[in-house]
């Protein structure tokens, strides 16, 4: 079992910068990937970024260049820097990790992102 605490969100406006982290319980040196997730209302859930337990990285191509996720195993803890914010990246966004072998997800709650023009 793992649970994932995300933070960070808030509002901000149009080309602003944020910085999301995902704090989970369980060493993350152990998971195969984490990722984050966003979902705006009326829309599927959509994958942002994901980063690999090797560090590889996998964006969606209307964040790339202005989104970087990272993780710091030490703390548990992975990031999302969020620069030149826009109305359409608002949405409600969730960490999530994936044991690849056991093919099992886990979801944080989610947190705020509104970008205001």
């Known amino acids: 079992q793992v649970q994932l605490v995300e933070s960070g969100g808030g509002l901000v406006q149009v080309g602003g910068s944020l910085r999301l982290s995902c704090l989970s319980s369980r060493s993350i040196f152990s998971i195969n990937a984490m990722g984050w997730y966003r979902q705006a209302p009326g829309k599927q859930r959509e994958l942002v970024a994901l980063?690999?337990?090797?560090?590889?990285?996998n964006y969606a191509r209307s964040v790339k260049g202005r989104f970087t996720i990272s993780r710091d195993n030490a703390k548990n803890t992975v990031y999302l820097q969020m620069n030149s914010l826009k109305p359409e990246d608002t949405a409600v966004y969730y960490c999530?990790?994936?044991?690849?072998?056991?093919?099992?997800?886990?979801w944080g709650q989610g947190t705020q992102v509104t970008v205001s023009s």
């Open positions: 980063i690999t337990s090797v560090g590889s990285t």
């Open positions: 999530n990790a994936e044991f690849y072998t056991a093919g099992t997800t886990y």
